[in-house]
Structures are given as structure tokens and as C-alpha cells.
């Protein structure tokens, strides 16, 4: 079986390690991967750096798109993607997410009958001004076979009218959907020792031993809305000058390039001057398990992190209007305090207080998602 994978954006790199990892341990007589990089990320921080530290094969294909705006980035994207294809012939095009990678890999494949593999189906947030909530709704029906994370995500399909009795030949008029956990935490489980082992993230900042909170903003909705990402800025210098701790913010290249423009009043300058508040480029995908494994809380508009916060067992204060990851504010290990000052502040007195008696169940799977991926794909070819 060949397959082609798109990957594009951090996230979906980082995702595409767990599968690479499981056809080189187990599929490799069977199945041919073919990676193609659309160039949405580019920064080495934002890419090349986990192509090599997860140990991802080199892409065949970089159509080196870069930043745009959507349909321009899409629409290149599309046309790379569809030529790729037609020279490949793969079995499957496997898709990871809900970026504008993701979108135009759906649309190239779909309308030329390859079939598609999509990793991380059924997600929703139910906010259709996200760019995100639109791609993965395009994709999921275009998509052959739908791998689904969460037990929400499955149903999140079935209220959409997938059919879960569905029967092999899968086509996109007939699709499978599949319940199977989240490759991230096969990711996670995988990588936390050898975080453990090469990261020195901890000692270059000076951060090993200490206590300290790990935040990221990337979302458009908060980066490009002034009051939003004031209001953000001014909580966390609020929480780390009251209580007098450091707070770790890798900041997306997204946001760094706002920050100064959109941080209103003397926001931006005081986030300058902040000895707390230690605002550095992104980091690797171990030196970022290092930070999630060892800080008290996380603070995050990021699908990953909030995941990855819950796997690490840390709370998080989830910087958005909703998430897709409802279980883990269910738990109680998550709360939605979108980008207001009251609620940021009051989820953190709270989360100081009951850090020591969460419970964070098992819901992302066994940590074998990506080798139940790879079995589905071959037997139903
Ligand atoms: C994209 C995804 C988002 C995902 C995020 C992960 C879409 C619509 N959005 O958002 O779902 O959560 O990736 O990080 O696909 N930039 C650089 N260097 C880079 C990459 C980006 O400087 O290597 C800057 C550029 O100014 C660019 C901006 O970041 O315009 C935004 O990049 P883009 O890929 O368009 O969207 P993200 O905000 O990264
Ligand atoms: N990540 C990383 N370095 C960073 C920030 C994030 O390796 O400096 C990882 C993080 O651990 C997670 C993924 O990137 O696996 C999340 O990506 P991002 O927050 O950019 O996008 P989202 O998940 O929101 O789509």
C-alpha cells in the first residue's frame, strides 16, 4: 500500500511522527509513505526542527507555500497537491487536523478519487468564524476513512450522519468511522523519556526546580483582536507579579509579530520589562514536553497543548470561547476562560487551590492509535 501524507503547520508535523513511527516498526514491508510538505510552516523552529528531532523521513515534496492569505495559500496548495497525486497514484492521502493543509489536500484528493485518511475527525468546536472549524468539516466528507480521537469526535460524526454500520467497500459515499485515540498520546507516552534524557530547556532557562506556569497564544481570534490579547497579557503579568512566579511563554511567530502592534496602553512595555514573564521562540517538540511535564499549570489557546497539559496531568486555563477537547474540561482538568481578565485570574486562585485533587481519566486511547490507523488503512484497501 502507498499512502501520501500532507503535513504543513507544526502541529500536523508533530502528529505525522506517530504513524511514520509505526510503519517503520511495523509496517514497513507494507505500507509506502510518501511525505508532502505544503511550506505552510517554514521558520526552522516551526518545522525542520521536528522532521529531524522525531525522526519523521524527510518530505519528497516541499511546495514551499508559505504565509498568505487563505485562499491564496490554499489555492497553491491545492494545485501542488493535486500534481503530486497524479504523479504518486497513492492508495490513500492521509490528513492530519484542521489546518488550510489539511483543507486543500481534502479538496485536491477528493475531486481526482483518491481516497482520504483523516487523523483527528470529528472534532468540533461549533464556531463556524473559526478557520479551523471549517476545514475539518470539509475534510471529514471528503474523507473515505475517519479516524476519530475522542468518544465526542465519534459522535460528533454520527449527529453529522455518519453511518457507523457502514460496510467495507469504504468510498466516500459509504465511509468508515473509526473510535481509535489520539496519535498525540502515543506521541506523548513515546517521547517523554527521550525529553527526559536530550532536553536541556529546563537549565538554559533557568527554570529547573523552580515552579512556574507555561502559556502559549496563537489563535487568530486572539492575536488579531487587540482587546483579547491585552486583556491575556495583562492576566498573565497580573498572576506572575501577585504571586511572584515565573510564567513560560514560546511565543508562535503569529503572535510575536503582533504583540507590539496590538498590546494597547503600556501593556506591551510592561510584557518588555517583565523579569516574570520570559517570552522565548518556540521550542522543539521535546524541549515543549520538558516545559509541559514539569510546570504547575498551562495557560493556552492551542489544541496540542491543552491535550498535552491533561496528558501530563497539569491543569489548563484554556484561552478560547469553547474547545474541541470537551472532556477535559468534563473532568474538571480544563476550564474555558476565553481571553477574560475575571475568569483567567479566578480558573487560576481556583486551580491553586485543587491542583493536588484532580483526576484525569483515560480517554485519548491506549497509546496505539497510529498502529490501528495503519492496520484500518490495509484492511480495508
Ligand atoms: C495555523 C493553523 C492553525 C494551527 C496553527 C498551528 C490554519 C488556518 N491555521 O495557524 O489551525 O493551530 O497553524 O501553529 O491553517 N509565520 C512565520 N513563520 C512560520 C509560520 C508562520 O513567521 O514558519 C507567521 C506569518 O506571519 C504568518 C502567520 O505566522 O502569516 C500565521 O501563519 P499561518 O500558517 O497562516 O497560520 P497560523 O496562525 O500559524
Ligand atoms: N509545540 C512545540 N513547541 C512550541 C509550541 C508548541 O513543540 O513552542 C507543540 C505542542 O507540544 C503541540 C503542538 O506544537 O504538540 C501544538 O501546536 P500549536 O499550538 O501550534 O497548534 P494547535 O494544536 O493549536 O493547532
Given at each position: 500500500m502507498k499512502i501520501v501524507t500532507v503535513i504543513g503547520a507544526r502541529p500536523q508535523i508533530i502528529k505525522a511522527a506517530a504513524l511514520s513511527r509505526a510503519i517503520s516498526n511495523s509496517f514497513s514491508n507494507t505500507i509506502e509513505e510518501v511525505i508532502v510538505h505544503t511550506g505552510q510552516h517554514y521558520d526552522t523552529n516551526m518545522s525542520q526542527v521536528f522532521i529531524e528531532e522525531l525522526g519523521i523521513p524527510e518530505p519528497k515534496y516541499n511546495l514551499n507555500i508559505g504565509s498568505s492569505s487563505h485562499g491564496v495559500q490554499t489555492a497553491g496548495m491545492i494545485e501542488g497537491i493535486e500534481k503530486i497525486l497524479l504523479d504518486e497514484k497513492p492508495d490513500y492521502l492521509v490528513l492530519y487536523g484542521d489546518t488550510n493543509s489539511t483543507l486543500a489536500g481534502a479538496v485536491a484528493a477528493a475531486k481526482i478519487h483518491i481516497p482520504i485518511a483523516h487523523i483527528e475527525a470529528g472534532l468540533r468546536s461549533f464556531n463556524k468564524s473559526m478557520p479551523e472549524e471549517i476545514n475539518r468539516i470539509m475534510c471529514d466528507h471528503a474523507s473515505t476513512l475517519l479516524f476519530s480521537p475522542t468518544q465526542t469526535g465519534f459522535q460528533n460524526l454520527l449527529k453529522e450522519g455518519?453511518?457507523?454500520?457502514n460496510k467495507p467497500p469504504f468510498t466516500p459515499d459509504n465511509p468508515g468511522i473509526f473510535h481509535c485515540g489520539d496519535v498525540m498520546y502515543d506521541n506523548s507516552l513515546y517521547f517523554k523519556s527521550l525529553a527526559a534524557k536530550n532536553s536541556r530547556v529546563l537549565e538554559n532557562n533557568g527554570l529547573k526546580g523552580k515552579e512556574f506556569v507555561l502559556a502559549t497564544i496563537h489563535r487568530d481570534s486572539n492575536t488579531d483582536v487587540p482587546e483579547r490579547l491585552t486583556s491575556i497579557f495583562e492576566s498573565l503579568l497580573e498572576i506572575a507579579e501577585t504571586d511572584a512566579i515565573e510564567i513560560v511563554l514560546p511565543l508562535h511567530p503569529r503572535t510575536a509579530k503582533l504583540m507590539k502592534s496590538n498590546l494597547l496602553g503600556d501593556v506591551y512595555g510592561r510584557v518588555k520589562n517583565s523579569n516574570l514573564l520570559k517570552v522565548i521562540p518556540p521550542v522543539s517538540f521535546l524541549d515543549m514536553i520538558m516545559l509541559e511535564s514539569n510546570c504547575k499549570l498551562v495557560m493556552t489557546d492551542s489544541g496540542g497543548v491543552q491535550k498535552e497539559a491533561f496528558f501530563f496531568k497539569k491543569p489548563a486555563i484554556i484561552l478560547r470561547s469553547e474547545t474541541e477537547w470537551k472532556e477535559i474540561v468534563e473532568a474538571g482538568c480544563g476550564v474555558i476562560a476565553n481571553a477574560d481578565k475575571q475568569k483567567i485570574l479566578s480558573a487560576w486562585y481556583s486551580f491553586i487551590k485543587t491542583y493536588n485533587t484532580l483526576i484525569y481519566p483515560d480517554i485519548f486511547g491506549d497509546g496505539k492509535a497510529a498502529e490501528f490507523i495503519c492496520r484500518t488503512m490495509l484492511n480495508e484497501l
Amino acid at each position: 500500500m502507498k499512502i501520501v501524507t500532507v503535513i504543513g503547520a507544526r502541529p500536523q508535523i508533530i502528529k505525522a511522527a506517530a504513524l511514520s513511527r509505526a510503519i517503520s516498526n511495523s509496517f514497513s514491508n507494507t505500507i509506502e509513505e510518501v511525505i508532502v510538505h505544503t511550506g505552510q510552516h517554514y521558520d526552522t523552529n516551526m518545522s525542520q526542527v521536528f522532521i529531524e528531532e522525531l525522526g519523521i523521513p524527510e518530505p519528497k515534496y516541499n511546495l514551499n507555500i508559505g504565509s498568505s492569505s487563505h485562499g491564496v495559500q490554499t489555492a497553491g496548495m491545492i494545485e501542488g497537491i493535486e500534481k503530486i497525486l497524479l504523479d504518486e497514484k497513492p492508495d490513500y492521502l492521509v490528513l492530519y487536523g484542521d489546518t488550510n493543509s489539511t483543507l486543500a489536500g481534502a479538496v485536491a484528493a477528493a475531486k481526482i478519487h483518491i481516497p482520504i485518511a483523516h487523523i483527528e475527525a470529528g472534532l468540533r468546536s461549533f464556531n463556524k468564524s473559526m478557520p479551523e472549524e471549517i476545514n475539518r468539516i470539509m475534510c471529514d466528507h471528503a474523507s473515505t476513512l475517519l479516524f476519530s480521537p475522542t468518544q465526542t469526535g465519534f459522535q460528533n460524526l454520527l449527529k453529522e450522519g455518519f453511518n457507523p454500520d457502514n460496510k467495507p467497500p469504504f468510498t466516500p459515499d459509504n465511509p468508515g468511522i473509526f473510535h481509535c485515540g489520539d496519535v498525540m498520546y502515543d506521541n506523548s507516552l513515546y517521547f517523554k523519556s527521550l525529553a527526559a534524557k536530550n532536553s536541556r530547556v529546563l537549565e538554559n532557562n533557568g527554570l529547573k526546580g523552580k515552579e512556574f506556569v507555561l502559556a502559549t497564544i496563537h489563535r487568530d481570534s486572539n492575536t488579531d483582536v487587540p482587546e483579547r490579547l491585552t486583556s491575556i497579557f495583562e492576566s498573565l503579568l497580573e498572576i506572575a507579579e501577585t504571586d511572584a512566579i515565573e510564567i513560560v511563554l514560546p511565543l508562535h511567530p503569529r503572535t510575536a509579530k503582533l504583540m507590539k502592534s496590538n498590546l494597547l496602553g503600556d501593556v506591551y512595555g510592561r510584557v518588555k520589562n517583565s523579569n516574570l514573564l520570559k517570552v522565548i521562540p518556540p521550542v522543539s517538540f521535546l524541549d515543549m514536553i520538558m516545559l509541559e511535564s514539569n510546570c504547575k499549570l498551562v495557560m493556552t489557546d492551542s489544541g496540542g497543548v491543552q491535550k498535552e497539559a491533561f496528558f501530563f496531568k497539569k491543569p489548563a486555563i484554556i484561552l478560547r470561547s469553547e474547545t474541541e477537547w470537551k472532556e477535559i474540561v468534563e473532568a474538571g482538568c480544563g476550564v474555558i476562560a476565553n481571553a477574560d481578565k475575571q475568569k483567567i485570574l479566578s480558573a487560576w486562585y481556583s486551580f491553586i487551590k485543587t491542583y493536588n485533587t484532580l483526576i484525569y481519566p483515560d480517554i485519548f486511547g491506549d497509546g496505539k492509535a497510529a498502529e490501528f490507523i495503519c492496520r484500518t488503512m490495509l484492511n480495508e484497501l
